[in-house]
């Protein structure tokens, strides 16, 4: 029997390599997008050697009927990944209240309101995995990214409750929480704010996509069938 994951925010860094990660692992994908087509173009031609199904589902997270779009292309789901994301960087006076309203939807209300409509689903099978994709700021917070912590940090709040709501029900709520990436989210910062940045690191080295993604195979498989309501930090040991 087909194993179907959604991924939100498919065609980006981390979500092309969860997506071929669980490609790998025999899933078959709903693969989100909002404006990046060749990317989502570029991951289904990467995924051709493997022998599920895969879906593009286009959708807006900014949008307050944005999920609704999703949900309404969901016909069966046996794991939800939450990893659509944008970020904003500065001092939190100069903050306006559309970027506060934008990041409040695409990492909070989209992915409570999402899962609200997919949960009956995995209710009347009594099994399924919802995994966000939250952040190292989303646990200690973090100095001119105020507003990505605070919404992170709402992420976590949501899966140490939802997975207490859940467990008897035979779905496990969990996170993954990563350091520093090596994806374009990082873009804008200089070469000599990434040396800074990889020299506080332990491991000396930023994490790859793909770090990321076999961690996420780790929380929805069934080696990790007894764990639920955990943020699994995933960042070379930065802010332990």
């Known amino acids: 029997m087909k194993r179907f994951a959604l991924i939100t925010g498919a065609s980006g860094g981390i979500g092309q390599a969860l997506a071929i990660k669980l490609a790998s692992d025999g899933y078959s994908l709903y693969l989100h997008y909002h404006q990046n087509v060749e990317g989502i173009k570029e991951l289904l031609k990467s995924l051709s050697p493997f022998e599920g199904e895969y879906i593009p589902i286009q959708a807006d997270l900014s949008s307050p009927n944005g999920y609704k779009k999703i949900a309404e292309n969901i016909f069966s789901i046996d794991t939800i990944i939450h990893n659509s994301g944008i970020s904003h960087y500065g001092l939190f006076v100069d903050i306006n209240k559309e970027i506060i309203e934008k990041l409040t939807m695409v990492h909070i209300t989209s992915p409570l309101l999402?899962?609200?409509?997919?949960?009956?689903?995995m209710i009347r099978q009594q099994h399924g995995n919802i995994l966000l994709m939250t952040s190292i700021w989303g646990l200690t917070g973090a100095a001119c990214e105020v507003l990505y912590s605070t919404v992170k940090g709402a992420q976590v709040s949501f899966v140490k409750s939802l997975?207490?709501?859940?467990?008897?029900?035979?779905?496990?709520?969990n996170g993954?929480?990563?350091?520093?990436?090596?994806?374009?989210?990082?873009?804008?910062?200089s070469e000599e704010e990434m040396d800074m940045i990889r020299g506080e690191i332990p491991m000396g080295r930023l994490a790859e996509p793909m770090d990321i993604a076999e961690s996420v195979s780790f929380l929805i498989s069934k080696k990790s069938s007894y764990i639920t309501g955990q943020i699994l930090s995933v960042n070379g040991g930065w802010y332990t």
């Open 176 to 189: 993954i929480a990563p350091g520093a990436v090596n994806t374009t989210m990082l873009a804008n910062f």
């Open 114 to 121: 999402l899962t609200k409509e997919l949960l009956p689903k």
């Open 163 to 173: 997975s207490k709501e859940l467990a008897l029900n035979g779905i496990r709520v």
